[in-house]
């Protein structure tokens, strides 16, 4: 578009309401912005855009901001579209941005990104940025790159990431860089872990992670703050586990459930020597595996490494197995769960030593956990209906068959009779 009137804003051709902006336009009012153009104003709080069915479009928009701005910045993907990201990935690296599928960012909409090697790369001192409602698929390198600083924030919600083939799905590292114009090659995450900067806070809702094939972690946080709550992860196939905390990085997970995920190293859940499992609550998990090490050292649950081990090859790999802490899959119960204590297993070279470690017999059955049993009920009513009926029966024998005794005493009594009667 190229003009506006009153409080209307012309965003590639479509009014909308609020402060005066033109996007990719040449003219303005008082009060407005030129969004790709040559030309600024006054700040403004907010740009809402319209959606997005290109790659390419939407990136040009995100990465060629107003300059200037303060204020939140919301890109949208028009529902039910497809967008090729082989282009190069969207970068970021400026405050207050969205990016999300349709008016509500929820993947019920279906805005789908797929290929490329990097889908979105957050980098500088860029935070309060969301990505809401998107569906992540075929990424080569990392669908995503978090690579701000300590200060910075980044938070997800209602998204999905589908058979990506990269280093990671997820990746937490402070200055992290790649090649913008990337399609093939490897992310080498192993180099990355010599950080000591400490690297952002990024936090995950209603986050779901399946069927990805990946050479190093399914969310990788290498010196960052990660928090996950009602995450699944399902048949990944992963050489460090589905989430790996290095470098000092924290973890903070909650009502969560790993199933049928595959990793080469101990745990579904890796945590280094100098890193911390800062929260456990109601996680699950079902027919997870490792690939174990030649010492039968194994843990299928959240594997804290020991201080000084190297469980880079598993010559010298120890650590604590700390249990998941509920019996079924929170995401798939209408109500969550009692919350049991994480046990833990202390891992020595050889074997696993219990200590101190409450019960783990988990409802290992999948039908188990999609509904309660009712084998319990049938046979409470069994014995219950038993009870009653038998005792129903043993009075109603009694009032047919007179005790042996009174029978006896009618007898005298007619002998009685028999001789007054003589």
């Known amino acids: 578009g190229s003009d506006l009137e009153g409080d209307n804003v012309v965003v590639d051709g479509s009014d909308l309401e609020g402060d005066n902006v033109v996007v990719d336009g040449n003219d303005l009012s008082s009060g407005s912005e030129v969004v790709g ?3 600024t104003a006054s700040i403004i709080d907010e740009v809402v855009t319209d959606c997005h069915d290109n ?6 928009a995100v990465e060629y901001r107003p300059l200037n701005h303060i204020g939140s910045l ?9 967008l090729d990201a082989s282009s190069g990935p969207i970068v970021i690296d400026y405050d207050y941005v969205t990016v999300q599928c349709g008016n509500n960012g929820q993947k019920s909409d279906n805005c789908q990104i797929v290929g490329g090697f990097v889908h979105f790369h957050i980098v500088g001192k860029a935070t309060e940025i969301e990505l809401a409602g998107l569906r992540m698929s075929s ?7 978090a690579a701000s600083t300590k200060d910075a924030t980044l938070k997800i919600s209602d998204c999905e990431w589908m058979a990506n083939s990269g280093a990671s799905a997820v990746l937490i590292r402070s200055n992290a860089t790649v090649d913008a114009s990337s399609v093939t090659g490897i992310l080498d995450i192993s180099s990355m872990l010599d950080s000591s900067e ?8 209603g986050v779901g992670f399946m069927q990805n094939v990946l050479t190093y972690g399914t969310v990788v946080n290498v010196g960052g703050s990660l928090s996950i709550d009602k995450g699944r992860f399902n048949g990944n196939e992963i050489r460090i586990g589905d989430i790996a905390v290095m470098e000092s990085g924290e973890l903070f997970i909650s009502n969560s459930c790993f199933d049928e995920s595959a990793s080469m190293v101990p745990g579904t859940i890796f945590i280094d020597d100098t890193s911390f499992l800062q929260e456990n609550v109601n996680t699950f998990g079902f027919d997870n595996t490792d690939g174990g090490f030649d010492n039968g050292l194994s843990c299928t649950d ?14 010298n790999c120890n650590g604590t197995c700390t ?6 899959c929170p995401l798939d119960v209408a109500s969550l769960p009692t919350i049991t204590p994480g046990g833990t297993d202390e891992v020595v070279g050889g074997g696993t030593d219990k200590k101190d470690t409450p019960s783990t017999e988990y409802a290992r059955s999948k039908n188990s956990q999609d509904k309660p049993s009712v084998v319990p009920v049938v046979v409470a009513v069994l014995v219950c209906s038993f009870i009653v009926f038998g005792l129903g029966f043993i009075i109603f024998k ?7 005794s009174e029978s006896a005493f009618q007898g005298d009594l007619a002998e009685v009779d028999v001789e007054d009667s003589l």
Do not use: E, H, Q
């Open 398 to 404: 009694r009032k047919r068959k007179k005790p042996a």
């Open 74 to 82: 919301y890109f949208k993907i028009c529902p039910n579209s497809t």
């Open 55 to 60: 790659w390419s479009d939407l990136k040009y």
């Open 37 to 39: 153009g040559n030309d």
């Open 302 to 315: 959240i594997f804290i490494v020991a201080v000084g081990s190297d469980c880079s090859t598993g010559a």
């Open 323 to 328: 249990t998941f802490t509920s019996k079924t």
């Open 139 to 145: 990424s080569k390198g990392s669908s995503i790159i």
């Open 198 to 205: 400490a690297g952002m806070t990024v936090t995950m809702s």
